[in-house]
């Protein structure tokens, strides 16, 4: 619930953005999608699970999208499944380059979500509660962060599919540093049915317990990428 009202006020300001551009800035609305790969030291955790469970907790290459407003300025909703990582974030940031160049290039400052989800792995010598028996078990690590990302689109590439010039094929990448700042605290449970919302739909919660003496995710973390998207002008 909590990230779908931060989608709703990121479109919203997506629109107010959209208001305050003029005919000699206008913004284009971009649906993209790509893959990404996270970088984080995390050598304690990994070795802490390579000796328990023999398993790796390294990200692989994993999938991403993101939802833009661009003109002179920039808005960006950016969702990347990096398993065991989900990220999540609002980007805000202004163009560097002139328009109608090679490369468009925005700088953007980030704040997120950063959160590490492990299926397979578990506290050692943790005794399942009777709640918790039956059920499909997480180790969890919640955290808020701060960052900072280039976001580039290779217009030199830009493929128009009608002739206004109003819609367009928009390939780039993406390069994001991020900062852990917040104390972090490993948590064992599960997702526990919570009712249903006003539209009748099924919610639930994570219900989990502190857990200790697992090493912590790294304080930095630097994730990269490419992507192509559906650009409306």
């Known amino acids: 619930m909590k990230k779908l009202v931060t989608i709703l ?9 959209a208001a305050q551009n003029t005919s000699s800035h206008p913004v284009d609305f971009i649906l993209d999608a790509g893959i990404d790969k996270v970088s984080m030291n995390n050598l304690g955790l ?8 023999r398993k790796s907790v390294l990200p692989g290459i994993s999938g991403q999208f993101d939802l833009t407003a ?6 960006n909703l950016h969702v990347s499944a990096a ?7 609002i980007e805000f940031g202004r163009r560097l380059t002139p328009p109608n160049r090679i490369l468009t ?10 959160d590490a989800i492990f299926y397979n792995l578990a506290p050692i010598n943790y005794t399942l509660t009777p709640d918790q028996q039956g059920q499909k078990m997480q180790l969890r690590s919640d955290n808020r962060y701060f960052g900072i990302t280039s976001r580039n689109y290779i217009d030199r590439l830009r493929i128009f599919v009608n002739k206004s010039h109003q819609a367009s094929l928009r390939p780039g990448f993406f390069v994001k540093a991020g900062w852990l700042p917040f104390r972090q605290q490993w948590k064992y449970g599960y997702d526990k049915d919570d009712g249903v919302d006003g539209d009748g739909n099924p919610t639930s919660y994570f219900n989990g317990v502190k857990v200790y003496g697992i090493p912590n995710l790294d304080n930095f973390f630097v994730d990269a990428g490419i992507f192509i998207g559906i650009s409306i002008r």
């Not at 006020?9 to 953005?17: M, Y």
């Open 9 to 17: 006020l990121g479109l919203i300001t997506c629109g107010h953005v």
């Open 105 to 114: 290039s925005y700088i953007n400052l980030d704040f997120g979500d950063l």
């Open 46 to 53: 990994n070795y802490w699970a390579l000796s328990h469970y």
């Open 83 to 89: 398993n065991p990582f989900v990220i999540f974030d």
């Open 70 to 75: 661009a003109g002179r300025w920039d808005l």
